[in-house]
Each structure stands twice: as structure tokens, then as C-alpha cells.
């Protein structure tokens, strides 16, 4: 059975961090690029970050360049983003998925339940 779990959302004040984890189960988890997402209220989902599968490229979008940081842990079929300074406009359910190209995450096999994240004072 394929897995996806997110975990370590929570609330936060502006410029505060948080470690998000994703892990993995029921497929080849390194030979995917894993991907995370997100969708605030009323918005469309947009990717965040991307890593592929040797760990060694990642993505990010503009918006969170510099304060945002992926890796991943074949091992332990993990990936993490460690967010740092943290903004109310980063407030969203954030979704971890596995992309089986290997390529950079827009197209995506499977998906996670999502985790929330709220950043506010």
C-alpha cells in the first residue's frame, strides 16, 4: 500500500521556522522525485520545492528561495523542508507527492493528506 505522510505542521509567529517531514511507503521511493505543494484558502495549489531522486538537484519557487531548504533521506524514505522565516502568505495545507519521472515534480503518481501550516501573530 503506497503512503505518503506529512507531518510537523503547526502555528507559528511571523519569522518563525518549522521542519516539515514527509515519509514514504509501498514503492521505489528512490528512484521518484518528491515534490512539495501547497494551497492556501481559495487559492490554487503551487509547487514549492522539488528534489530528485540522487538528492543532488533540487527546485524551488521564487517566493520561498533563501528561506526555504529540501533534502531527502533514501535510507529512511524521508524528505524534509526545513522553513525558515517564516511569512502569513506561506499559510497553507502543504502536500507532499512523488513524481515517478524523476523530473521536477509537475507530474505526480501519488500524494499525501496534507499537513497545515499557519503563520500568524
Known amino acids: 500500500q503506497v503512503q505518503l505522510v506529512e507531518s510537523g505542521g503547526g502555528l507559528v509567529q511571523p519569522g518563525g521556522s518549522l521542519r516539515l517531514s514527509c515519509a514514504a511507503s509501498?514503492?521505489?521511493?528512490?528512484?521518484?522525485?518528491i515534490g512539495w505543494f501547497r494551497q492556501a484558502p481559495g487559492k490554487e495549489r503551487e509547487g514549492v520545492s522539488c528534489i530528485l531522486s540522487n538528492a543532488n538537484t533540487t527546485y524551488y519557487r521564487d517566493a520561498v528561495k533563501g528561506r526555504f531548504t529540501i533534502s531527502r533521506d533514501n535510507a529512511k524514505k524521508t524528505v524534509s523542508l526545513q522553513m525558515n522565516s517564516l511569512k502569513p502568505e506561506d499559510t497553507a495545507v502543504y502536500y507532499c507527492?512523488?513524481?515517478?519521472?524523476?523530473?521536477?515534480?509537475?507530474?505526480?503518481?501519488?500524494w499525501g493528506q496534507g499537513t497545515q501550516v499557519t503563520v500568524s501573530s
Open positions: 509501498g514503492f521505489t521511493f528512490e528512484n521518484y522525485a
Open positions: 507527492a512523488a513524481d515517478p519521472l524523476n523530473s521536477d515534480c509537475r507530474y505526480n503518481e501519488y
